[in-house]
DNA sequence: AAGTGGTCTAGACCACACG
DNA sequence: GTGTGGTCTAGACCACTTC
């Protein structure tokens, strides 16, 4: 079942991308547009929020909508496993399982995963056969029986624990800065010691606000970047909706 | 003019950091809001629209919302000013001109700022006195004249400003990524060369969708991270609201 | 089966931008 | 002043979770 507003926004969506609307140009006001798809106000509001939290479009009160950009980038919201960002984007990928142990938590990952202990797995994941990727990840205990049965060369935990447990990855949080390379960065990345490394620490529970794992990944610099678009000031809906990209 | 919708989202939000709702416990209903604040299931939807915004709550069609967390960190989209941000976590900020001169622009400002002279300024911004960040900053000509009458040593460019000429830093785009510290870069920033850097690039525009500036931020490691939550799957009234926060 | 959130409607009033 | 988006209401139906 799509949501008419759902429609709506891919149709305008898809005119801006096409270029009908040059940046800075207007949107049809919404009263134009409810007439045009035969909804409700209500409804196109609801599909220009879309495009708003997608950056594409902003808004004040009082001025018709602007188009800020007319290109679409991969949503933050599908990143929660590189494999489905590098799918998406037509790369070659993989994985390789380099230790897996059982230890008891870190005191900052008993707080976010309770006291169990925890599983440890080191990965290094690859774009194009070049590696770009650490994960140290923590799995919770509840979770780690079946990412201990997981094939070494698994090319996506993600789509794995979702197809033999179920588990959704729902709910991130993240935490984004620059680190030097440790010696065993520095290793398993071929890089020198020391050198510039985007780190990802992430914390992500499922659905019912269960949490699954806390992450350290580290990118190579120069493999990958996030990017963000923002807006100030009124948007509707919401007050503020940021949308994350992640891109070459 | 305050509105409803906010005056609930800020009693919920008080209720959820103040514990009144450990974490992955359940939100109460939206008729039970509604009935509790008097007010329309659309106002009480509106609200908790904000929270899950900001990462608090988390929501699925057919049961109740979720707590997800009881922190509150500061917005990005507050974030269009190192100043703002310095100001409201309490720290002691300044800044310093380093360079200004006009330039003939990049192929890629004229793409984002147009054809005409760029003002290219380069600035340290400095945290507790200790210089943290390096702004490499073009702005676009139409601007020019204001920055330039700016003093060298101006706390808040983005306030000044709009104190000067009423301009508003509406909407910006980001990239965010590792790099190694140049010559100047290392000098400037008191680090070593070679030396991770936390680098934002961004652009941004006016309500209008006039183009301000490009700006090539860089940051000491470890002086601050960039933090977001975000989520998959049904989100009321937005598919996904990403939300990017900015803490040390 | 009952309850919940997700979608949608059709109206109303207000604050703000623009001419 | 006119038109725009922002807020709010009071209803309806549907898809989903939960028991």
Redesign the interface.
């Given at each position: 079942m799509v949501a008419r507003y759902?429609l709506i926004a891919d149709e305008l969506r898809g005119e801006i991308l096409a270029g009908a609307y040059p940046?800075?140009a207007q949107l049809p006001s919404e009263s134009e547009l409810a007439a045009r798809f035969g909804a409700a106000r209500g409804t196109v509001r609801?599909a220009v929020?879309?495009l708003?939290?997608e950056?594409l479009v902003?808004s004040?009160q009082g001025?018709r909508r602007?188009?800020?950009?007319n290109a679409r980038s991969q949503?933050?919201?599908?990143?929660?496993s590189f494999a489905q960002w590098a799918r998406a984007n037509g790369h070659r990928y993989g994985g390789l399982m380099i230790n897996q142990r059982r230890r008891p938590p870190t005191p900052a990952e008993a707080a976010r995963l309770g006291p169990g202990e925890v599983l440890d797995v080191l990965r290094v994941r690859t774009l194009e056969d070049e590696p770009v990727l650490l994960e140290r990840t923590a799995y919770a205990e509840w979770i780690a029986p079946v990412v201990e049965e997981l094939p070494p060369d698994c090319e996506s935990v993600t789509q794995a624990l979702y197809d033999s447990a179920g588990v959704?990855?729902?709910?991130?949080?993240?935490?984004?800065?620059?680190?030097?390379a440790s010696a065993q960065d520095a290793r398993l990345l071929g890089v020198r010691r020391?050198?510039?490394?985007?780190?990802q620490r992430r914390v992500t529970?499922t659905?019912?606000?269960?949490p699954v794992e806390c992450s350290d990944d580290r990118?190579r610099?120069?493999s990958?970047?996030?990017?963000?678009?923002?807006?100030?000031?009124a948007n509707p809906?919401?007050?503020?909706?940021?949308?994350?990209h992640f891109?070459a």
């Open positions: 759902e940046m800075g609801q929020a879309v708003a939290a950056g902003g004040r001025a602007i188009v800020l950009g949503s933050f919201a599908e990143l929660h959704v990855f729902a709910y991130g949080e993240h935490l984004i800065d620059a680190v030097p020391g050198s510039p490394l985007l780190r529970t659905h019912e606000g269960r990118y610099a120069g990958v970047a996030f990017s963000i678009r923002n807006s100030i000031g809906l919401v007050r503020h909706a940021g949308d994350l891109g």
